[in-house]
């Protein structure tokens, strides 16, 4: 908001100032229209079947704008919000308190008065504490003001000069509405002549200042100025508010398709134990296959199933919750659910001795990248997630194999950048055949190199589904799920680590220890975390969390923001563009930025790889290249027949004159490469 804005408001609000109540009492409401959007955005709009008194009322929310799907809902309150002047009723966007990324488009119903500019239209907000702002500009057309809010309260349209019919100020009346007539010390506590007071905090003497020092750091002084408008080390601290909710799972289940009828088996008749373990967990399952046969056109590869084209056919996914309720059913039962798909994918159809399976990491790559469809409850943000590959045979992993494959590392890279909170995500490994070094399930299976290797990187489990056992350390998918339910990610970064920060629970302060060497809570800084301690008191199921904790504005954080200060709380210039992250003073897309690839300064070109990009957070090779040499030395080229042995670019000449290492062919020779 700049300050030309930022005083436009502040005189709106100064002229409802004596309208407003000094605090919001529901006095009725019934939510019209509800739906969940999530960080795709979307559109919730009231039918006039809903609610004819307020059709057309809705809001339209941006990509990016929430972080995790949220219910939405729309209703009408009773409750006045101004005295005098309202143009329509008042709506209430719910969850109240919900901040927006990205401002939304919100639109109100209203009645124009005849004679009555729309210019002078304006939108109250008002807090359930009683608190205001004025919103303008409104655009009115067909009964409805539309504008833009970064947050849910309660709105209502109301005149800009709600004087109450008498034009004695006219003289103060402009175009776009009522322009007080008194500034600074001269009228102090007079009429602005718009129906508010001047400058209410003044003295015999003139004007005095209400806010000094760091403490107002931008906000009013009270005598038409601000305090510190160009702070940079005292903004006030910040506090960031969460609800426990029930822990939160997505599981994707990576089914082998070469001869796997036993594991398939196995795993579907452990599927009971393992649903009766998840509890209260809020999960969703789905499942797709490793298949990667060309010639057939039902390749899913990483595609959830069924869907179009696939070998398991459906006009869309199955996910599995606990509320799923089977063919033919009449009451939530996910077990069987899950048991149909899983046993419906076709297995034994494919030749041997040919790479069309066992591109696990492959599989779950492109799921990744496919990420969240419109109307597919899957890969919810900020939910710990689990893939779970079976392996009939024990093979080691091929999607190294093939036009635009990578090697385990890369895929593991690929994987922590995806999910940067590594207590968010595990890939994870079940085969039935082999020997288990002594006995239990906690023993690690004689698993191929490339296995061990993601399983390390992820903290993933291997487990043999022969072992009595095996259903115990399958159900441990929950236990990881439970652990990442306890963290809570900061929305700053605390300038004084955990010395600063309050916590509480509903409004009791949690200290920090329990007992000696027991914490009831710390910070992590490398999540910018706080986590509470599962074996002391952790919060129960719906308690309200606050963490307060000073910050430090105006420099780079390690969450993304370039921070600036505005009304005492800071604020990312990062968070409203499609660069959200801060590298110095400049606002990049880390995710896609190959000279700022998953953090500031790393360049894909000397880290990884010459004609290397940045994908997901991670460097590589284009989908149809090859790197030829070492990360950090090597060379993406598209013919992987010029990288030798020892990974040095062999130069050759094609009809396309390129010589695949750098160089241009002329007379059949290559130079420069």
Not at 250 to 267: N, Y
Not at 577 to 599: I, K, L, R, W
Not at 642 to 671: E, L, N, R, W, Y
Request: hydrophobic residues 35%; charged residues 10%.
């Amino acid at each position: 908001m700049n300050s030309l804005e930022r005083c436009r408001n502040a005189a709106m609000a100064l002229v409802l100032c004596t309208a407003c109540s000094s605090s919001i009492t529901e006095v009725s409401n019934h939510y019209a229209a509800t739906a969940v959007i999530g960080p795709n955005g979307g559109t919730l709009t009231v039918t006039a079947a809903e609610n004819a008194a307020i059709a057309g009322t809705s809001i339209t929310i941006p990509p990016g704008a929430l972080s995790a799907p949220t219910t939405i809902e729309i209703g009408a309150t009773n409750q006045s919000v101004v005295s005098s002047g309202a143009l329509g009723p008042v709506i209430d966007f719910e969850p109240s308190g919900l901040s927006f990324a990205k401002p939304a488009t919100m639109s109100i119903p209203l009645a124009l008065p005849s004679g009555l500019s729309a210019s002078r239209v304006a939108v109250l907000a008002v807090e359930a504490n009683g608190t205001s702002r004025a919103i303008a500009p409104v655009s009115v057309a067909n009964g409805l003001g539309t504008f833009q809010a970064s947050g849910f309260t309660f709105f209502g349209a109301f005149e800009s000069n709600p004087d109450g019919g008498d034009d004695s100020d006219a003289g103060n009346d402009s175009d776009a509405g009522c322009t007080p007539s008194c500034a600074g010390d001269a009228t102090c506590g007079s009429s602005d002549g718009c129906g508010g007071t001047c400058n209410a905090n003044c003295s015999d003497g003139g004007c005095t200042p209400s806010c000094g020092g760091d403490a107002g750091c931008g906000s009013s002084d009270g005598c038409g100025g601000t305090c510190n408008d160009a702070c940079d080390a005292g903004c006030q601290p910040e506090t960031d508010t969460f609800t426990v909710g029930p822990p939160k799972a997505d599981v994707l289940f990576i089914e082998d398709v070469d001869d796997d009828a036993q594991e398939q088996s196995a795993i579907t008749n452990a599927a009971s134990d393992f649903f009766a373990a998840a509890g209260n967990i809020d999960y969703r399952i789905a499942v797709t296959t490793d298949n990667d046969y060309a010639p057939d056109e039902d390749a899913e590869l990483g595609r959830l199933l069924p869907c179009s084209d696939c070998s398991l056919s459906g006009s869309a996914p199955t996910i599995i919750s606990p509320s799923s309720v089977p063919d033919g059913g009449t009451a939530a039962d996910p077990t069987t659910v899950f048991v149909q798909l899983y046993s419906s994918v076709p297995n034994e159809a494919y030749p041997t001795g040919t790479p069309v399976d066992e591109h696990f990491f492959k599989a779950l790559y492109n799921a990744l990248r496919i990420g969240p469809q419109p109307g597919v409850d899957f890969f919810r943000p900020g939910v710990f997630f689990a893939a779970i590959t079976d392996n009939g045979d024990n093979e080691t992993d091929s999607s190294v194999l093939g036009a635009g494959n990578h090697d385990p590392a890369w895929y593991a890279a690929f994987f922590e950048a995806y999910f940067p909170n590594p207590y968010l995500f595990t890939w994870n490994y079940i085969n039935p055949t082999q020997t288990v070094t002594g006995t239990g399930f906690s023993d690690l299976l004689q698993e191929p190199p490339a296995i061990q290797q993601m399983l390390t990187a992820t903290n993933g489990f291997a487990i043999n589904s022969s072992d009595a056992a095996w259903t115990t350390a399958l159900g441990s998918v929950w236990t990881s799920a439970i652990t990442a339910s306890t963290y809570y990610v900061l929305l700053g970064v605390p300038s004084e680590g955990q010395s600063g920060m309050v916590v509480t629970v509903n409004g009791t302060q949690i200290s920090e220890f329990a007992g000696p060497g027991e914490p009831n809570w710390t910070y992590q800084a490398t999540l910018n975390a706080i986590v509470f301690n599962p074996n002391t008191d952790p919060p129960a199921l719906g308690a309200v969390i606050t963490v307060t904790y000073p910050v430090v504005c105006g420099g780079n954080d390690s969450t993304g923001g370039c921070d600036v200060c505005d009304g005492g709380s800071c604020f990312s210039s990062c968070i409203e563009g499609d660069a959200p992250y801060c590298c110095g003073t400049t606002c990049v897309d880390e995710q896609s930025d190959s000279d700022n690839c998953g953090a500031c300064g790393n360049v894909c070109a000397s880290t990884y790889a010459s004609g290397s990009s940045c994908v997901f957070g991670s460097c590589g090779c284009g989908a149809s290249d090859f790197l030829c040499g070492a990360p950090g030395s090597g060379s993406c080229i598209s013919d992987n027949n010029q990288c030798s042995d020892a990974g040095m670019c062999i130069p050759s000449c094609d009809a396309g004159c390129s010589d695949g290492c750098g160089g241009t062919c002329g007379g059949g020779t290559c130079d420069g490469g």
